[in-house]
DNA sequence: TTACATTTAGGATTAATTATCAAAAAGGTT
DNA sequence: AACCTTTTTGATAATTAATCCTAAATGTAA
């Protein structure tokens, strides 16, 4: 089962790259219904998390803010405004991160950091390996 | 204007306090409801959000999930399931972070981590020092 | 070019949270 | 305690973000 490319899908990718941002589905829904007027809003949201299953684009999970999505697939991590909720690129190697590297990076006063530490608890676990067995 | 300590408030603080967990509001509503029925959710939702802006809770705004409020306010770092969702508290300083010291952190298996760095944008920066001029 | 699974449009629906507003309660001040 | 001002509450409506539903359309492989 490969990704079917459909004409809305390609329009969702291309207008998503040309932009060079990171919109939330909505702010790519109004762009993309320029170029195709009759195209949905479920149709969009459908097509960024196909993409982006599919590695061809990026998902950004903020805390609590909307989703954006990153015309950028490859690894870098990001720097958010705490404001206006604009993202950007944070194309600095893990080792070369000190506060003033960071705060000239693309011009950012920096207040603070968040960091998850993402994983699979005890309990999930278990049954997990329950599930093995069957 | 002081904060004020009214009963529901109290309730919300003390039953979030025993729990000893990290509540979302809901969760929260169904435990505080056994000890003071008449309560509204919207109170829950209000008072969560004002003790946490006091300091005298967390507030744990996780990517793409519901918030969940924390009993400690302190500072520290969390570790969440990808799978149940649930949260847990890192009790661990950065200095010690090594994949092994976490992946023995209260059982889980380490997959992966979000790390975002916060800030004010350059054009939010200009606003507000338009605003200081006035 | 036919067959068929996938995808679409468009509206409906869900889930989480916030807003509204009249009534009630808190906390001074006499 | 009676009075007064401000804050808070409960109930519900509104909002926001995202997903679901179904018939119709479309892409792909043979």
């Known amino acids: 089962m490969p990704l079917r490319m459909t004409n809305q899908r390609e329009i969702v990718l291309r207008e998503l790259q040309k932009s060079k941002k990171h919109l939330t589905a909505d702010e790519l829904y109004v762009i993309v219904k320029k170029v195709m007027p009759r195209i949905s809003l479920a149709t969009v949201y459908r097509n960024l998390e196909i993409l982006s299953e599919t590695g061809l684009i990026g998902k950004l999970e903020i805390s609590g803010r909307q989703k954006r999505f990153d015309y950028d697939p490859g690894e870098h991590d990001h ?10 690129n944070l194309d ?43």
Do not use: F, M
């Open 79 to 88: 720097i958010y405004c705490v404001i206006c909720h604009r993202v950007d």
């Open 92 to 134: 600095i190697a893990h080792e070369d991160w000190t506060p003033e590297q960071l705060r000239n990076v693309a011009g950012y006063s920096i207040t603070g950091y968040r960091l998850e530490i993402l994983g699979i608890c005890p309990d999930c676990q278990k049954k997990q390996k329950k599930k093995e067995k069957i």
